[in-house]
């Protein structure tokens, strides 16, 4: 074995081994702004960051722990990026691959949290929980959704008003992708709100006919809440609508 052998082979070593202890801290200045993280421990492919906070419209989400694994060789099979997040009882896993043309293709995404925070980012007063078990997602590189395989369940759902709670149910609503694009139905478990409904996303436009009957579409206060998004029918309410996203 030559000298130049030698050489190269001993400066690729050390170069991985170089690489493989990039330290965990230096995700802090790979972060959009809009990101916060603190704690950092382990190695670049495989860390963890003690608490992480997320700032949209002028208010912090909490990711709390932050653990991942970074694989490069997911750019040519696998998944590039593994990450789970805790937060009290709240949680989010997912691995993420990417495809042709900077498709990004999220896999096995769990998330559980309570809705609480919506009304810090919309005004929409829900509470309740929501729980996504997700095979499959895909969304191209401007943030449309290609593809969506799995469940969402929203549990004690309520409509808050300001005269009390209206308690509504616990709602399935099982999502599959098709030819004519993603496609979901919404069904009721148990609950003072029935709904039995379904959307399309397809293109980038959206499709949502919806049933709405039971107590609760008699309360007052619900009635006022929908009022601009529903019509009377019978002894419920019908909700319709398409637009573009």
Known sequence: MGRVTVLVLTGTVLLALFIA?????????????????????GSLW????????????GQVFALGRVNWVLSPRGLLWGDVLTLESRWGDQRADLALDF?????????EVMLSLDLGWVRNLIPLYVAGRFTA???????????MLLEANGRIVWENAAWRAVGGDV???????DIDTTDQGVQGRISTRKGALEVNGQFAI???RYTLAAD????????????????????PVGSGYRIELSGTL
């Not at 042709?100 to 999220?106: F, I, P």
């Not at 997700?134 to 969304?139: C, I, K, N, Q, R």
């Not at 709405?212 to 019509?231: D, H, K, M, T």
């Open 21 to 41: 202890r990039i330290p965990a801290s230096v995700v802090s200045a790979l972060l959009p702004s809009t990101v916060t993280a603190s704690g950092f421990t």
């Open 99 to 107: 495809g042709l043309g900077g498709t990004a293709h999220l896999n």
């Open 212 to 231: 709405l009957s039971g107590p609760a579409a008699r309360n007052e206060a619900f009635q006022q809440a929908i009022a601009l998004l529903a019509v």
């Open 133 to 143: 078990d997700m095979d499959h997602l895909a969304v191209d590189s401007t943030g």
């Open 167 to 173: 308690s509504l149910g616990t709602y399935v609503i």
């Open 202 to 204: 397809a293109q980038g």
């Open 46 to 57: 495989r860390g963890s960051a003690s608490h992480m906070d997320v700032s949209q419209r």
